[in-house]
Protein backbone atom coordinates (compact mmCIF):
# COMPACT_ATOMS: atom_id res chain seq x y z
CA UNK A 1 0.00 0.00 0.00
CA UNK A 2 3.22 2.67 0.17
CA UNK A 3 3.53 2.21 -3.11
CA UNK A 4 1.79 5.60 -3.49
CA UNK A 5 3.45 7.23 -0.50
CA UNK A 6 5.31 10.07 -1.50
CA UNK A 7 4.74 13.13 0.69
CA UNK A 8 7.75 15.41 -0.93
CA UNK A 9 5.99 14.86 -4.57
CA UNK A 10 9.72 13.80 -5.70
CA UNK A 11 8.06 10.40 -7.54
CA UNK A 12 5.10 11.83 -8.63
CA UNK A 13 5.64 16.02 -9.14
CA UNK A 14 2.60 15.94 -6.47
CA UNK A 15 2.68 15.04 -2.90
CA UNK A 16 0.44 11.44 -3.24
CA UNK A 17 -1.36 9.33 -1.12
CA UNK A 18 -2.57 6.30 -1.19
CA UNK A 19 -6.23 5.55 -1.44
CA UNK A 20 -7.60 6.98 2.13
CA UNK A 21 -4.46 8.30 3.53
CA UNK A 22 -4.49 11.56 2.82
CA UNK A 23 -3.74 14.19 5.55
CA UNK A 24 -5.53 16.27 8.02
CA UNK A 25 -6.47 19.46 6.33
CA UNK A 26 -6.91 18.12 2.53
CA UNK A 27 -9.79 17.25 0.62
CA UNK A 28 -11.56 16.27 -2.69
CA UNK A 29 -13.77 19.00 -4.35
CA UNK A 30 -16.24 16.27 -3.68
CA UNK A 31 -15.64 16.68 0.10
CA UNK A 32 -15.21 20.42 -0.42
CA UNK A 33 -18.85 20.39 -1.74
CA UNK A 34 -20.26 18.41 1.03
CA UNK A 35 -19.25 21.27 3.54
CA UNK A 36 -20.53 24.30 1.47
CA UNK A 37 -17.17 24.83 0.17
CA UNK A 38 -15.09 24.98 -3.44
CA UNK A 39 -11.54 25.24 -4.02
CA UNK A 40 -11.69 29.00 -5.08
CA UNK A 41 -8.57 29.00 -7.44
CA UNK A 42 -6.10 27.55 -5.55
CA UNK A 43 -3.62 25.31 -6.88
CA UNK A 44 -3.84 21.53 -6.20
CA UNK A 45 -1.88 20.72 -2.74
CA UNK A 46 -1.90 16.91 -2.97
CA UNK A 47 -2.95 13.72 -5.07
CA UNK A 48 -4.51 10.68 -4.25
CA UNK A 49 -3.55 7.33 -6.31
CA UNK A 50 -5.12 4.30 -6.20
CA UNK A 51 -5.94 1.41 -8.56
CA UNK A 52 -2.76 0.65 -9.89
CA UNK A 53 -2.20 4.46 -10.12
CA UNK A 54 -5.02 4.20 -12.97
CA UNK A 55 -7.19 6.52 -9.99
CA UNK A 56 -6.45 9.68 -8.94
CA UNK A 57 -7.94 12.31 -7.05
CA UNK A 58 -6.82 15.78 -6.37
CA UNK A 59 -6.89 17.22 -2.59
CA UNK A 60 -6.55 20.94 -1.99
CA UNK A 61 -6.48 22.72 1.01
CA UNK A 62 -9.85 23.09 3.08
CA UNK A 63 -8.04 26.69 4.66
CA UNK A 64 -7.38 27.59 1.71
CA UNK A 65 -11.56 27.18 0.14
CA UNK A 66 -14.10 29.39 -0.15
CA UNK A 67 -17.57 29.25 0.28
CA UNK A 68 -19.88 28.10 -2.75
CA UNK A 69 -21.83 30.41 -4.72
CA UNK A 70 -25.26 30.83 -4.67
CA UNK A 71 -27.37 31.36 -8.09
CA UNK A 72 -28.62 34.53 -8.09
CA UNK A 73 -32.41 35.03 -8.17
CA UNK A 74 -32.30 35.43 -12.28
CA UNK A 75 -30.39 32.25 -12.07
CA UNK A 76 -32.86 30.25 -10.64
CA UNK A 77 -35.69 31.63 -13.10
CA UNK A 78 -33.82 30.72 -15.95
CA UNK A 79 -32.98 27.18 -14.23
CA UNK A 80 -36.86 26.72 -13.73
CA UNK A 81 -37.87 27.79 -17.00
CA UNK A 82 -35.16 25.68 -19.06
CA UNK A 83 -36.55 22.41 -16.93
CA UNK A 84 -40.47 23.70 -17.26
CA UNK A 85 -39.58 23.14 -21.48
CA UNK A 86 -37.71 19.96 -21.06
CA UNK A 87 -40.88 18.73 -19.22
CA UNK A 88 -43.43 19.73 -21.35
CA UNK A 89 -44.45 17.32 -24.23
CA UNK A 90 -44.42 19.06 -27.70
CA UNK A 91 -47.19 16.90 -28.77
CA UNK A 92 -49.99 16.89 -26.31
CA UNK A 93 -48.62 20.22 -24.72
CA UNK A 94 -48.55 18.51 -20.91
CA UNK A 95 -46.04 19.31 -18.35
CA UNK A 96 -44.95 16.53 -16.97
CA UNK A 97 -43.35 15.15 -13.56
CA UNK A 98 -40.08 14.40 -15.30
CA UNK A 99 -37.75 14.91 -18.21
CA UNK A 100 -39.03 14.00 -21.39
CA UNK A 101 -36.76 11.98 -23.22
CA UNK A 102 -35.50 13.26 -26.22
CA UNK A 103 -35.38 9.86 -27.85
CA UNK A 104 -38.19 10.07 -27.91
CA UNK A 105 -39.46 13.71 -28.14
CA UNK A 106 -42.56 13.59 -26.31
CA UNK A 107 -44.26 12.06 -23.78
CA UNK A 108 -44.54 8.31 -22.60
CA UNK A 109 -48.17 8.52 -23.01
CA UNK A 110 -47.97 9.79 -26.29
CA UNK A 111 -44.98 7.76 -27.44
CA UNK A 112 -46.73 4.74 -26.28
CA UNK A 113 -49.67 5.76 -28.17
CA UNK A 114 -52.24 6.82 -26.32
CA UNK A 115 -52.58 10.58 -25.19
CA UNK A 116 -53.88 10.89 -21.31
Known sequence: MTVYYDPTGAKYGLPTYPYKFA???LATVRQLRA???RPGGQDIAAQILWRRGKRRAYLYRIDL???KRTATPAQREALDK???VRRTCTTCGTTK???IP???GE???CASGGAS
Open 107 to 109: CLD
Open 82 to 84: AMR
Open 35 to 37: DGL
Open 102 to 104: RSL
Open 65 to 67: ALP
Open 97 to 99: NYV
Open 23 to 25: PEG
